[in-house]
């Protein structure tokens, strides 16, 4: 019998949970699922060499391991205070049978970047796959005047100036038939008022995406996003006021898990969307976007 989306995973239906930032996994109830139980790789990504920002936790450790179980070679950043978090990414990677890599980053930093492409190619020889997937917000339900430089610079840099630079250092190295993979959010569409400079990067993720597609398909290179609704993550408890109402206005009555997330990403970076580039691929739970 098909499973029934609306109850697949429980609802976070408790007290309010809070964790400094950035968040971990330890102290969520219910825990997040990255499909450690239940992700079942068919070889799509065999022998791919991948790189994936913010693989500690949530959906870039959810996608880290869907990679490593579909064959593919992963090496991921965190943040240096999320060493532990990453130390988990790398075991489920190593379990499955393939090479994970940890690599403490700052993706704020252009020169940081850099090193990151560096180590990527010393380590693999080239990138078949580029997620950029991490970022950052903060919840300021006291509006525009509540924001200050401080975190709007942190957010753009991390969720834009990151994206540029990995994408154009990491271009040179990623052969014909590789995949460069944004992730964008349903905030780019219907922005939520506390979170507007983090709604604002993830409209222009949407744009540059579609822009940067049309630049290097004559490469043989494609370029698509990820655009996910709520998801059950430590970002959640580390930035948001209310995680008892957390996801329960999607359609589907519940936010998604990360393991939810996992398998447009490794679509989009398989053979099997080889005629599919500049696309924005919608996991929202049933909120419709544009």
């Known amino acids: 019998m098909p499973e029934d989306p609306t109850d697949k995973h429980p609802r976070p239906d ?64 965190h943040l240096p205070e999320e060493a532990e978090e990453a130390h988990e990414t790398t075991r489920l990677v190593d379990d499955a049978g393939r090479k994970g890599v940890a690599v403490p980053c700052d993706i704020r930093e252009e020169e940081q970047c850099r090193r990151l492409v560096e180590l990527a190619v010393a380590e693999f020889g080239r990138i078949d796959i580029l997620v950029n997937n991490a970022a950052y917000q903060m919840s300021q339900p006291d509006g525009i005047s509540a924001i200050s430089t401080e975190q709007f610079d ?6 834009l100036y990151g994206m540029f630079w990995l994408c154009k250092l990491a271009l040179p190295h990623i052969p014909a038939g590789g995949s460069i993979i944004n992730t964008t959010s349903v905030q780019a569409y219907k922005p939520s008022p506390h979170l507007l400079d983090y709604a604002m990067t993830k409209g222009a993720i949407v744009t ?40 329960k206005k999607t ?10 997330m996992a398998p447009a990403y490794v679509f989009l970076a398989s053979p099997r ?16 976007l544009p």
Request: no cysteine.
């Open 208 to 247: 540059f995406t579609q822009g940067l597609a049309q630049m290097v398909a004559s490469d043989g290179i494609r370029v698509n996003a990820v655009a996910p609704g709520p998801v059950w993550t430590p970002l959640i408890p580390a930035t948001l006021p209310d995680t008892a109402e957390f996801g």
């Open 14 to 77: 408790l007290p309010q949970q809070d964790q400094e930032h950035p968040g971990w996994t330890g102290p969520m109830d219910p825990p997040p699922d990255h499909g450690e139980d239940s992700y079942e790789g068919s070889l799509l990504l065999l022998d791919r060499k991948a790189v994936v920002t913010g693989g500690d936790s949530g959906i870039g450790r959810a996608v880290a391991l869907a990679y490593a179980r579909e064959g593919a070679d992963v090496l991921f950043t």
């Open 273 to 288: 969307a080889s005629f599919i580039t500049a696309e924005i691929v919608n996991a929202t739970g049933g909120t419709p």
């Open 154 to 159: 942190r957010v753009v840099r991390t969720n």
């Open 251 to 260: 359609p589907l009555g519940r936010p998604a898990q990360p393991a939810e």
